[in-house]
């Protein structure tokens, strides 16, 4: 009995560890920031490219609610550096998000229907 709750102890941590972290900080990023103040606020990015002049993007994929434990409702979010200083930063929308996050509104959107009663 006590393996078996062990088993769905562990296994709750790995489920929760493996969501996205909840959306709460980034409306606190601002132009200016160095990029240290920025991990520290919103954590470590899930990738970043280097660009010309000293210049990077940082992306980050961020749960839209606190409840979001299975990663369905996440959007991705950019910060663009120059010389270390933020100098913009926003919600991704480039086509790829796009179909994303159209396929995770039809997936929902059919199972919700299959939940839905049948009419008599």
Do not use: H
């Amino acid at each position: 009995m006590k393996l078996k709750i062990g088993i769905v102890i562990a296994l709750s941590f790995l489920i929760v560890s493996c969501a996205a972290p909840y959306n709460k900080n980034f409306p606190l990023v601002e132009k200016g920031m160095t990029l240290s103040e920025v991990t520290e606020l919103i954590g470590k990015p899930i990738s970043a490219e280097s660009g010309p002049d000293d210049s990077k993007i940082l992306y980050y994929r961020l749960a839209s609610s606190p409840l979001d434990t299975d990663g369905s409702d996440t959007r991705e979010y950019f910060v663009v550096s120059l010389e270390g200083k933020v100098v913009g930063y926003g919600e991704r929308t480039d086509s790829i998000t796009v179909m994303r996050e159209a396929r995770q509104f039809t997936a929902a959107w059919n199972a919700a229907k299959l939940m839905a009663p049948k009419p008599q």
